[in-house]
């Protein structure tokens, strides 16, 4: 079993800035193919950011150039930075590893 703890959301004004954070545990070697997805009232869980099971990282159009994906492979962490956000990025945020296990979910509101 794998296991994933989110942090880092909130409530945040338009422009500003914040920092998510999933820890991983459990039955989990690598934190490769992990990352954020975030789901809005009436749409679909959409990706935002993730490391893929090569190394690399994938993007949303929607938030290139404002949204960094981090990892710490010692701490089986990855972190989202998230800047100059936008009312439409509010939803809840989860976390991913395979997409197969998923965190509970931290919720970002952002007001305009």
């Known amino acids: 079993q794998v296991q994933l703890v989110e942090s880092g959301g909130g409530l945040v004004q338009a422009g500003g800035s914040l920092r998510l954070s999933c820890a991983a545990s459990?039955?989990?070697?690598?934190?490769?193919?992990m990352g954020w997805f975030r789901q809005t009232p009436g749409k679909q869980r959409e990706l935002v950011a993730t490391?893929?099971?090569?190394?690399?990282?994938k993007y949303a159009d929607s938030v290139k150039g404002r949204f960094t994906i981090s990892r710490d492979n010692a701490k089986k962490t990855v972190y989202l930075q998230m800047n100059s956000l936008k009312p439409e990025d509010t939803g809840v945020y989860y976390c991913?590893?395979?997409?197969?296990?998923w965190g509970q979910g931290t919720q970002v509101t952002v007001s305009s």
């Open positions: 991913h590893v395979l997409r197969v296990y």
């Open positions: 459990g039955s989990i070697s690598s934190i490769n193919a």
């Open positions: 490391f893929t099971s090569a190394g690399s990282t």
